[in-house]
């Protein structure tokens, strides 16, 4: 069974800086995509940044510049470093992993407030 555990987030003033991670832990096969999204309240989930198994990154518009996504493929881990953060930023960010075969897993969530 595939579990993945986010952590890192928590309460920061704007123009702050947080560092997510997503440990990903069971049997799975190759991970081609490590995706971070979010969740304000209200809101849908909007996808916020992916990281191939190459390396390719993509970010949102809202997010770049700001936020950079990266991955150890040793560990099984995706990070999110997150810089100059703002109020619209606060949400519960959930990472995902996508397999070769297309299957997805998601995490529990993380929440991340930022006050102005």
């Known amino acids: 069974q595939v579990q993945l555990v986010e952590s890192g987030g928590g309460l920061v003033q704007a123009g702050g800086s947080l560092r997510l991670s997503c440990v990903a832990s069971?049997?799975?096969?190759?991970?081609?995509?490590m995706r971070w999204y979010r969740q304000a309240p209200g809101k849908e989930r909007e996808w916020v940044a992916l990281?191939?198994?190459?390396?390719?990154?993509r970010y949102s518009d809202s997010v770049k510049g700001r936020f950079t996504i990266s991955r150890d493929n040793a560990k099984n881990t995706v990070y999110l470093q997150m810089n100059s953060l703002k109020a619209e930023d606060t949400a519960v960010y959930y990472c995902?992993?996508?397999?070769?075969?297309?299957?997805?897993?998601w995490g529990q969530g993380t929440q991340v407030t930022v006050s102005s």
């Open positions: 995902n992993f996508r397999e070769i075969t297309r299957k997805e897993y």
């Open positions: 990281i191939s198994s190459g390396g390719t990154t």
């Open positions: 069971g049997s799975f096969f190759s991970i081609e995509f």
